[in-house]
């Protein structure tokens, strides 16, 4: 017992309240400059949020994480989604301390908290130049949004473009209606918060775009809207999602996303024999490691590059 009269020391708490944690939350999101990120992050600490208040109640501590930990794998996350997870609660647990409510000590201990070994690696799905061919050509020519869908896929594929950059093209900056160009610029910001300000078009890229253009900027003047936007209908990530999967319904291409547009786009201009640096110039890539695995190359041992270099060894006559 402790005399009414007599100060109370006060020392951080273990035990979350949901005030808290949202204001934890807040704090985490507040950092991510990537709206993917923050969406992600959020998700997840949702997520832990729900199934911390559904249990008895427990401390904030390294055993609750690892506990959690436990469950999500009886779940059907795949091992790069439970860390994802994790990070996120290791970064709700640097905030909470940072806030005062959680002691240094028990943050250290979540943060050791070791995420689940990932068997192998996901590379990714890439087609090859007659499957790309195809998926253009799948897209339906009978109505706008067909004519919508061939020309985001054309913009994916011959551009290299993230999904989020897809959303924010303008016709006019592309000025696509003039031919075949060199470049547009774009505005929208890719992983890491990078810039990604320039992006080049090649001419069967323009083939591709310009009917769509036409075809939206004179319904614009037909119905008497001021402007046109080809992009109009792109503004959220879930059209461009099902405009590719659509195309690859007609085409009979399985488990396809608009990302692996980017990466078959990096194979076929390497395959092409683009330059690496190059590639990496069109994807907007920060480090060229993270073209290489977009790129997907394999090692040839029928085929070594070093057999071709024609340096015979001394005496050897052929």
């Not at 985490?28 to 923050?38: D, F, P, Q």
């Not at 900027?217 to 879930?238: A, K």
């Not at 980017?262 to 480090?287: D, K, N, P, V």
Request: charged share 25%.
């Amino acid at each position: 017992m402790v005399p009414q009269n007599q100060p109370v020391s006060v020392r951080a708490s273990a035990t979350a309240t949901i005030p808290e944690l949202q204001q934890s939350k807040t704090a985490v999101l507040n950092t991510l400059a990537s709206i993917h990120s923050r969406r992600s992050y959020a998700y997840a600490i949702e997520r832990f949020i729900a199934w911390y208040c559904s249990e008895p109640r427990l401390e904030f501590n390294r055993a609750v994480v690892v506990k959690y930990r436990s469950f999500l794998e009886r779940t059907s996350m795949s091992a790069a989604t439970i860390n994802l997870h994790l990070s996120a609660i290791r970064r709700l647990a640097d905030e909470s301390a940072e806030t005062g409510w959680l002691s240094p000590e028990l943050a250290i201990g979540i943060r050791r908290v070791k995420g689940v070994k990932r068997l192998g690696r996901k590379m990714g799905n890439w087609l090859t130049r007659n499957q790309a061919q195809e998926l253009v050509n799948a897209a339906s020519k009978t109505n706008l949004r067909g004519w919508r869908d061939g020309a985001m896929v054309g913009l994916l594929l011959g551009c290299g473009l993230r999904r989020s950059e897809s959303r924010g093209i303008e016709p006019r900056s592309a000025a696509i209606e003039r031919g075949p160009l060199g470049h547009f610029q774009s505005d929208r910001q890719g992983s890491k918060n990078t810039n990604r300000t320039r992006a080049m078009v090649g001419q069967g890229t323009c083939r591709c775009l310009a009917p769509t253009f036409r075809r939206e900027r004179r319904q614009s003047i037909q119905t008497g809207l001021e402007g046109w936007n080809v992009t109009s209908l792109w503004r959220h990530s879930n059209v461009v999602w099902y405009a590719v999967k659509r195309c690859a319904e007609q085409a009979g291409i399985n488990n396809l996303a608009p990302h692996d547009l980017r990466r078959t786009c990096a194979r076929l201009c390497h395959s092409s024999g683009g330059e690496l640096e190059q590639i990496q110039f069109l994807l907007g890539h920060a480090s060229v490691q993270t073209t290489e695995r977009y790129i997907g190359s394999k090692q040839k041992l029928q085929d070594a590059v070093n057999d071709r270099l024609g340096i015979s060894v001394a005496g050897d006559s052929a």
